[in-house]
């Protein structure tokens, strides 16, 4: 009786841990759709915030994919794409004010001074108007750079501190014709002893002759004004980065040596963040921060991140903010928190940008198919996906991906059911040994009863 007992326990247990080999059986599905590409052997999906809000696994191993007749397919993530790349050069360029007389005209009608190498050195519109009032345009001559330009590194001798200015930046070829870049600011403040110099004009990659810049403002004069311009050969990947705003959770109660405070923030899930985008509340404010992390364990200590200095400044109706952080990678991480060295009077805005994991699948079966997202027991196998994609690419050619599709709505499987913690199982092991010890205990009373029977039976024994 023992055995058949302990083979029908051991029988349940392995049915319970493969049981969760359906769609029911997750928390959630999503169905993909495949769109209007026709037939493929194999498709990519992308994963969304709701996907990863059901996922309990940190390496994705609770997501499944079936067909339409309710069997999982093979699949599996695609390897990352490389890092991006980004290598910045800075080249100094021939930098000259404009006479202010002419700095207002769209056709500089000028008398132009060049050197040997065609480069302009000296840009005159008559000593009268030349002494009218001070230049507040630049010509910057990037005749001899024979690179793209995405964006102006300025150097300036006085003043030291206390600069805000705003500039338009123009391209053209001819010194007539000029094509509007876009404006942008430059930053020299300091207070309560944190400098801020952010001295970079930033706009699209362009070619082009020769570069004007215009000051919008009625700040102070910037003397001695230079322009290093930047050149950046990149490699893009594959996958943008995704934003995601983390939402302010219970104030920690926590506050740093100096005073300031902890701002806590927790996302829908644990995401692959690469990026953060911090931006105080209040306008003209300043203020040293530091970034941590953690996986949503509250018995795991905080991991610093990153310092920097966040601020927010309105010059009329533009409002100048800290640029985004890049981050040390790090796994996925849920929580976060904001340190501030001195104090702030509301929470800081977090928004994180992450890079979503595609997924690979195999059109086995027919469509449609659905994604099955979120249980505590179901663990998907290891499918030997590459191998099928390095076969596909040997005929279809070695540069072809599976074409993309999309994920639907979430649909309801198991719900919360599939994610809570399973049913301990029976302790048969605990039962056995009780048992042959009862069994025992019952053979040794048995035993001595038998010894006393016989001990009544002969007396004189």
Not at 184 to 204: K, M
Not at 358 to 376: C, D, H, I, K, M
């Amino acid at each position: 009786m023992m055995p058949r007992l302990l083979l029908a326990l051991a029988a349940a247990a392995l049915l319970r841990t493969a049981a969760a080999a359906a769609p029911a059986d997750y928390a959630y599905t999503f169905p993909i759709d495949t769109g209007a590409a026709g037939a493929s052997s194999a498709w990519r999906v992308e994963l969304t915030p709701e996907v990863y809000a059901w996922t309990r696994d940190a390496e994705l191993r609770d997501l499944a994919i079936f067909n339409a007749a309710g069997q999982p397919v093979p699949f599996a993530r695609l390897d990352a794409a490389p890092e991006p790349v980004a290598r910045e050069r800075f080249l100094a360029l021939p930098t000259l004010a404009l006479p202010a007389a002419a700095a207002g005209g769209n056709d500089l009608r000028l008398v132009i001074d060049r050197d040997a190498d065609g480069r302009l050195r000296r840009i005159d519109a008559g000593e009268q108007a030349a002494t009218a009032r001070r230049s507040r345009d630049w010509l910057i001559d990037a005749s001899a750079l024979g690179r793209s330009v995405d964006g102006f590194e300025l150097q300036w001798t006085e003043p030291k501190s206390g600069v805000s200015a705003r500039f338009s930046i123009a391209a053209g070829d001819d010194l007539q014709d000029w094509r509007e870049l876009g404006d942008g600011s430059v930053l020299a403040l300091e207070q309560n002893g944190t400098r801020i110099d952010r001295r970079t004009l930033a706009f699209e990659p362009v070619r082009a002759r020769y570069f004007r810049l215009r000051r919008l403002d009625d700040g102070v004069d910037l003397e001695g004004l230079s322009a290093q311009a930047r050149s950046t050969d990149r490699t893009q990947a594959d996958t943008p980065l995704a934003w995601l705003r983390a939402e302010p959770v219970a104030a920690s109660g926590a506050t740093t040596t100096s005073g300031g405070g902890a701002f806590d923030y927790a996302l829908p899930a644990a995401l692959p963040v690469e990026r953060a985008r911090v931006e105080l509340a209040g306008d003209n404010a300043l203020a040293p921060l530091a970034l941590s992390a953690r996986t949503g364990d509250d018995a795991q200590p905080w991991r610093p991140l990153v310092r920097f200095d966040a601020f927010r400044l309105r010059q009329g109706e533009q409002v100048l903010h800290n640029d985004d952080v890049d981050l040390p990678p790090g796994g996925r991480v849920r929580e976060w928190r904001i340190e501030a060295r001195t104090p702030l009077a509301a929470a800081p805005r977090l928004t994180l940008g992450y890079r979503p994991d595609t997924l690979v699948f195999l059109a086995e079966g027919a469509g449609p198919y659905v994604l099955a997202a979120g249980s505590r027991q179901a663990r998907h196998p290891d499918y030997p996906v590459a191998a099928a994609l390095a076969s596909l690419r040997g005929k279809l050619g070695r540069d072809w991906q599976p074409p993309r599709a999309t994920l639907g709505a979430a649909r309801v499987g198991a719900g919360e059911a599939a994610l809570r913690e399973p049913e301990p199982p029976l302790p048969w092991r605990r039962w056995l040994l009780w048992g042959v010890l009862a069994a025992g205990a019952a053979l040794v009373g048995g035993f001595a009863l038998s010894l006393l029977r016989e001990r009544k039976r002969d007396p004189q024994d």
